[in-house]
């Protein structure tokens, strides 16, 4: 007898409806901060977002999205040509010099990554002469340094000097880390000014001014600054369990690593492994990582819900990349059946999505 095909379930209008809303949300966020509806296809805090907006692009070039759609994305000032305007970039560009005082965008920049490849666009059409004049002259103004020399660009001292100042205010000491994401330029030079004063190349003056901010010339970081790191990322997160790839402080990961692997040598004095079990340290860490608590996990989802008005978490989520595999993996155990009803209501009083199915789709 002929087997009747089985098709997949289609999900549901009502849960197309609700997907939409989400992403529209997202969207509307992302506009509130940034003053457009550009999301880069890669971007960072959400990819699932840039995929989405997208397939909008792509579905109305092929007439597959809905008149009412289109208007309420027109409404809120959506771009349906993929290339990113010139006025638009001017402005993402005079927003980067309000917060970092320059306009030297690196060419991988996180929260905007089209932005630096942009610059670097704009600077080869000046060296090849196809860049208009008035467009220059736009750039010019701004302050866009045209030249890149072999080491970089040439920031001057003052604008080091403002750059690294902030980076004290907000941390509190000046060992900006070599791969600091924020302003990888900055960790490079700080790098540098080490080595040229080891190798008798900094002028006296120059010493005397870090000197005053409290520069460790030494490349080592302390005992107390570690541990000072260490408090300022359990006051952010809630523990101390640093992820081994920590982009804002690429260090403070490695170094994590290295005082368990010196107690389990039994080379880590007692006063310091004392230190570190005041704030919580967790000194095992298991073949999957270090276990988290349930309710900590939720704290960490509410928090992220908070900032970014949903519980879809990237499973590459930088910040807290065990967070991310943690929401991937609740999707397989309750498809598998192994997650308990209590964590189900706890998750679904948060709102959280439970299908993948949609989360690209600008339909659903």
């Known amino acids: 007898?002929?087997?009747?095909?089985?098709?997949?379930?289609?999900?549901?209008?009502?849960?197309?409806?609700?997907?939409?809303?989400?992403?529209?949300?997202?969207?509307?966020?992302?506009?509130?901060?940034?003053?457009?509806?550009?999301?880069?296809?890669?971007?960072?805090?959400?990819?699932?977002?840039?995929?989405?907006?997208?397939?909008?692009?792509?579905?109305?070039?092929?007439?597959?999205?809905?008149?009412?759609?289109?208007?309420?994305?027109?409404?809120?000032?959506?771009?349906?040509?993929?290339?990113?305007?010139?006025?638009?970039?001017?402005?993402?560009?005079?927003?980067?010099?309000?917060?970092?005082?320059?306009c030297d965008v690196p060419n991988r920049y996180p929260p905007n990554p089209f932005l630096g490849r942009w610059i670097r666009t704009v600077r080869h059409a000046k060296k090849q002469g196809t860049l208009a004049k008035d467009k220059f002259l736009i750039l010019d103004t701004l302050g866009l340094c045209w030249v890149i020399k072999p080491h970089g660009i040439q920031v001057p001292w003052k604008q080091r000097i403002h750059d690294l100042k902030a980076f004290k205010k907000i941390h509190r000491h000046c060992n900006v880390p070599y791969e600091y994401q924020p302003n990888p330029a900055l960790g490079c030079w700080v790098s540098n000014l080490r080595k040229r004063k080891k190798r008798g190349e900094l002028a006296e003056d120059i010493i005397l001014v870090l000197d005053g901010l409290g520069f460790c010339w030494v490349r080592k970081a302390t005992w107390r600054q570690r541990i000072h790191d260490l408090k300022a990322f359990k006051k952010k997160h809630g523990h101390c369990m640093v992820p081994f790839r920590y982009p804002p402080n690429p260090f403070l990961g490695r170094w994590v690593k290295f005082v368990r692997n010196a107690k389990n040598q039994g080379i880590l004095t007692e006063d310091k492994v004392l230190s570190l079990d005041a704030l919580g340290f967790s000194w095992v860490v298991k073949p999957h990582g270090i276990p988290v608590p349930w309710k900590q996990?939720?704290?960490?989802?509410?928090?992220?819900?908070?900032?970014?008005?949903?519980?879809?978490?990237?499973?590459?989520?930088?910040?807290?990349?065990?967070?991310?595999?943690?929401?991937?993996?609740?999707?397989?155990?309750?498809?598998?059946?192994?997650?308990?009803?209590?964590?189900?209501l706890n998750l679904d009083a948060l709102g959280f999505c439970w299908s993948r199915l949609g989360m690209g789709d600008p339909n659903s």
């Open 1 to 102: 007898m002929k087997q009747k095909q089985q098709h997949p379930k289609q999900p549901s209008s009502l849960s197309r409806q609700s997907s939409w809303e989400q992403r529209f949300k997202e969207l509307k966020a992302f506009k509130k901060k940034y003053g457009h509806c550009n999301v880069s296809s890669d971007y960072p805090p959400n990819p699932a977002l840039g995929k989405w907006v997208s397939n909008l692009r792509q579905r109305k070039k092929h007439g597959k999205l809905a008149d009412d759609r289109i208007l309420t994305l027109d409404a809120l000032g959506f771009c349906w040509d993929r290339q990113t305007t010139w006025k638009q970039c001017i402005h993402d560009l005079k927003a980067f010099k309000k917060e970092h005082g320059h």
């Open 297 to 344: 996990r939720i704290n960490y989802l509410k928090a992220f819900k908070k900032e970014y008005g949903h519980c879809n978490v990237p499973r590459r989520y930088q910040p807290n990349l065990a967070l991310g595999k943690w929401v991937s993996n609740l999707r397989q155990r309750k498809k598998r059946g192994k997650l308990t009803e209590d964590k189900i």
